[in-house]
């Protein structure tokens, strides 16, 4: 993030070393402006809550399609303009 600039930032919940809603803290402390969509395969009230109360802008559930994804991205987008 302080060597490149990105439109949107996809992040799992669940990830190897650091969970995303951790990530998600740490990204918003850097580019608050950023939209940042979070997917979990375990869409629980508690898990979509924490995700959108860290700072995600969206959340898609797993499993999903391919265009599923694609349209989350394309609102993700949108959102930011």
Same mark, same amino acid.
């Given at each position: 993030l302080e060597a490149q600039e990105f439109d949107l930032l996809l992040?799992?919940?669940?990830?190897?070393?650091?969970d995303g809603i951790y990530l998600i803290g740490t990204v918003r402390e850097k580019s608050p402006e950023l939209p940042i969509l979070?997917? @979990? $395969?375990?869409p629980t009230p508690e898990?979509?809550? @924490?995700?959108?109360? %860290? $700072?995600?802008?969206?959340?898609? %559930?797993?499993?999903?399609?391919?265009?599923?994804?694609?349209? %989350?991205? $394309?609102r993700a987008l949108k959102a930011k303009e």
């Open positions: 992040v799992d919940v669940i990830m190897p070393e650091y979070v997917m @979990s $395969g375990y898990t979509i809550s @924490s995700g959108l109360s %860290a $700072g995600a802008t969206h959340f898609i %559930a797993k499993p999903f399609t391919p265009d599923e994804l694609l349209a %989350a991205v $394309g």
